[in-house]
């Protein structure tokens, strides 16, 4: 969909454009849609954490790392 070529163009930018090597997302637990997003663009879930009471959040870091 439109979300998965827009965040590709971005992640594509980012990495030729600004030199950037290493891209890491965050989302809540409960936002399945942007986990399955984030899962096609090549990021592997790494720890849960606590952001303030009761909002728990996903990292997501690069699978090849």
Do not use: W
């Amino acid at each position: 969909g439109y979300a998965l070529e827009a965040a590709k163009a971005v992640l594509t930018y980012a990495h030729t454009e600004l030199n950037i090597k290493y891209i890491v997302a965050i989302t809540s637990e409960n936002n399945v849609q942007s986990i399955r997003l984030l899962e096609k663009l090549g990021l592997c879930f790494s720890k849960k954490f606590l952001l303030k009471e009761n909002q728990e959040l996903l990292l997501y870091i690069p699978c090849d790392v």
